[in-house]
T-cell receptor
Framework: EPEVTQTPSHQVTQMGQEVILRCVPI?????FYWYRQILGQKVEFLVS????????KSEIFDDQFSVERPDGSNFTLKIRSTKLEDSAMYFC????????????FGPGTRLTVT | AQSVAQPEDQVNVAEGNPLTVKCTYS??????LFWYVQYPNRGLQFLLK??????LVKGSYGFEAEFNKSQTSFHLKKPSALVSDSALYFC?????????????FGKGTKLSVIP
């Protein structure tokens, strides 16, 4: 069964550094998403991406965040200058269509900012 | 704004007994409702969804959920629990026709099935 994959599984970085989290969505999916889960809190939506542009973003997704689909398979989330409060599990998801198709999630990248 | 409440942080059930994990939601219009399960060190795995039609939805691994519009609930059920069902369960909602694709999740319910 096709899966969403994410790399790395764990990333440790120092405050102020840039990080790039990588995702490979399911191959025939058209919509891509990033969510995050701070330890002990809810899973929160960050951004959705379709047709090479952002279709929706949350208040969390400020200027420090960006997304890109650099080629036909990868989908990346960049945090330009990490803060301590960016420490979280970041989940990538993809869906075949937007509505009402379910989103399939990757295993997550645990980001630790020190 | 849409929201989801999972009133129980943890549910314990004996193996072989029926299980229920509760979820209530709030949206302005009609809901699309989803249940996901998370095993340790794994991503969120889709279980089932309600879009429209029959209020009882069947999903993976013998799980089902009942949509109740008047009570704005979407409780997850299974007639006979297995130890392997022990995991973290998330209910999620999005509003149909709102032009928004983001899922809003509950905080999750930890299910422990006791042998």
């Amino acid at each position: 069964e096709p899966e969403v994959t994410q790399t790395p599984s764990h990333q440790v970085t120092q405050m102020g550094q840039e990080v790039i989290l990588r995702c490979v969505p399911i191959s025939n999916h058209l919509y891509f998403y990033w969510y995050r889960q701070i330890l002990g809190q809810k899973v929160e939506f960050l951004v959705s991406f379709y047709n090479n542009e952002i279709s929706e973003k949350s208040e969390i997704f400020d200027d420090q965040f960006s997304v890109e689909r650099p080629d036909g398979s990868n989908f990346t989330l960049k945090i330009r200058s990490t803060k301590l409060e960016d420490s979280a599990m970041y989940f990538c998801a993809s869906s075949e269509e937007a509505s009402p198709y379910e989103q399939y999630f990757g295993p997550g990248t645990r980001l630790t900012v020190t | 704004a849409q929201s989801v409440a999972q009133p129980e942080d943890q549910v314990n059930v004996a193996e072989g007994n029926p299980l229920t994990v509760k979820c209530t939601y709030s949206v302005s219009g009609n809901p699309y409702l989803f249940w996901y399960v998370q095993y340790p060190n794994r991503g969120l795995q889709f279980l089932l969804k309600y879009i429209t039609g029959d209020n009882l939805v069947k999903g993976s691994y013998g799980f089902e959920a009942e949509f109740n519009k008047s009570q704005t609930s979407f409780h997850l059920k299974k007639p006979s629990a297995l130890v392997s069902d022990s995991a973290l369960y998330f209910c999620a909602v999005r509003e149909s026709g709102a032009g928004s694709y983001q899922l809003t999740f509950g905080k999750g319910t930890k299910l422990s099935v006791i042998p």
